[in-house]
Every structure is written in structure tokens, then in C-alpha cells.
């Protein structure tokens, strides 16, 4: 098993690729805390990962709250021993043109994307350096963390972001053997894009079926969603890579979507 003997705490863990990523890591042997801001929903996901086996524990956390972070990491660390490994993936998405855009809503995708991935990078760090054991910094970020999309400034302006910020994880944390990277999938089939297809065919005054076609698979190679597993066994790739040489990149899982 690749994480045999790690622990890991994933934001946004109780649905889509949160979860993926947490059954993943799972069956690959770690400890696994699922953070999410709906606790009956990350009790039931960690309730699955006891059924086939695996050890995970519920953690209620609202990333945007300093507070919320700072607890839910320390009972994470208490049940587990320590964290190894944190994939910051919880997320929203809201679509407008920017001339409509609130600054409530703007404000709002800031502090769930940046915001979070701030606190818990610095809640994890602090566990991670005093116990000398290293670790894996891993951001969820897009596509839209290298280019930019109709309807999505905030979206795209805080995946942008997390490259800034995975960078200085990675520099300020060689010298305590934590590294740091960021997945960039193409769009994924969960309840967020699938939220965003309506939406999106009322702003641009086309089809549903048109957003999928023409939008969002338009560039891909094959016409085809990136997958849960596609960004989960990258997730994993990188929590288990034997060593520093890939600190501070980021990968791009896209059916070709973009390229670099």
C-alpha cells in the first residue's frame, strides 16, 4: 500500500472529489479525516471507508473560519497522531459577468478557495514542522489555475492563486521535508459542474446541451469529462512520490484541454 502508516485530512471530503480522493487514499492505506461543512455527510463518507476496511474519522469544518480550521485539525491530529498529508479541495462555484457580480459573491468564492487553503495550510504546517515527520501540501486547483473562462473571475482569480501560494509552501517548506503541488483538472462530472451547465446556457443564451459540447469539453482532445479517478490517482501520485523533485508544480489533468 502506497500511504501504509500516513494520515491525511481532505477538505470538501464528503462528495465528489473530495471523496474520491479520500476512499482512495483509504484503500491505499491511510488515515483518512474528511472536513467538510456538512458533518452527518462526512460522518456517512467516513462510515463507508470503515465498511470496506479503511480508518477515517467526520471532522465539521468551515474552511473560512479560523477557528473551525484550527479545531477540526487538531482532532484530526489527536485521533490519528500527526497529519502527512493535506489536500486542500473544498470549493464553490458562482457565474456571472464580472459587471454582475456582487462583491458579497466575489467575496465569498475568495475566502472559500484562498481563504481556506491559507488556514488549513497554516494549521497543517505548524503540525507538520513541530513533529519533523515532513509532508505533502496538495491544492485542487483547475484548468482555470493557468487560463481564464467567461463567467468566472473570482473562480479563476483564486485557482490562480493556489500556483502562487503552492510555490512559497514549497519553498518555505523544503527545509522541513514538506512539499507542496497543485492538480489542475479539466471539468469533472460532480454536483458543482453539473450546477453550473443550466446556469451557464442561461448566461450565454445557448443549450444545455451546447454548454457541455461547445464550452466545456470544446477544447479537450476527446470530447470526453475528466473523471473522479483521474484526479484521485493523481492526488495520489503525488502524496506518495518518493521524494522532493516535484515540489512546487502542478499538473494538469485535462484530456489535453491545456497543455504546457
Not at 178 to 196: E, M
Not at 205 to 228: C, N, Q, R
Not at 237 to 244: E, K, L, Y
Amino acid at each position: 500500500m502506497k500511504l501504509q502508516g500516513k494520515s491525511a485530512i481532505i477538505t470538501g471530503a464528503a462528495s465528489g472529489i473530495g471523496k474520491e480522493i479520500a476512499m482512495t487514499y483509504a484503500r491505499e492505506g491511510a488515515k483518512v479525516a474528511i472536513a467538510d461543512l456538512n458533518f452527518d455527510a462526512a460522518n456517512a463518507t467516513a462510515d463507508e471507508i470503515h465498511a470496506a476496511g479503511g480508518q477515517a474519522l467526520g471532522v465539521a469544518m468551515d474552511v473560512t473560519s479560523e477557528d473551525a480550521v484550527n479545531d477540526g485539525m487538531a482532532a484530526a491530529v489527536a485521533a490519528f497522531g500527526g497529519v502527512d498529508i493535506l489536500v486542500s479541495n473544498a470549493g464553490i462555484q458562482i457565474v456571472h459577468p464580472i459587471e454582475e457580480f456582487t462583491h458579497a459573491d466575489w467575496q465569498k468564492m475568495l475566502a472559500i478557495h484562498l481563504d481556506g487553503a491559507f488556514l488549513t495550510t497554516r494549521a497543517c504546517l505548524r503540525h507538520m514542522y513541530s513533529s519533523g515527520r515532513g509532508g505533502s501540501i496538495i491544492y485542487i486547483g483547475s484548468v482555470h489555475s493557468k487560463e481564464a473562462s467567461l463567467l468566472k473571475a473570482p473562480y479563476v482569480t483564486a485557482k490562480h492563486g493556489l500556483i502562487g501560494l503552492s510555490k512559497v509552501v514549497a519553498k518555505e517548506g523544503a527545509k522541513h521535508g514538506v512539499r507542496a503541488n497543485v492538480i489542475c483538472p479539466g471539468f469533472v462530472r460532480t454536483p458543482l459542474v453539473d450546477k453550473q451547465i443550466p446556469e451557464q446556457a442561461k448566461a450565454l443564451g445557448i443549450s444545455e446541451a451546447d454548454v457541455i459540447k461547445k464550452v466545456m469539453l470544446k477544447e479537450t482532445l476527446d470530447g470526453e469529462f475528466t473523471t473522479l479517478q483521474d484526479v484521485a490517482e493523481t492526488a495520489l501520485f503525488f502524496a506518495s512520490f518518493p521524494s522532493n523533485a516535484l515540489t512546487g508544480q502542478s499538473l494538469i489533468v485535462s484530456h489535453g484541454w491545456f497543455m504546457e
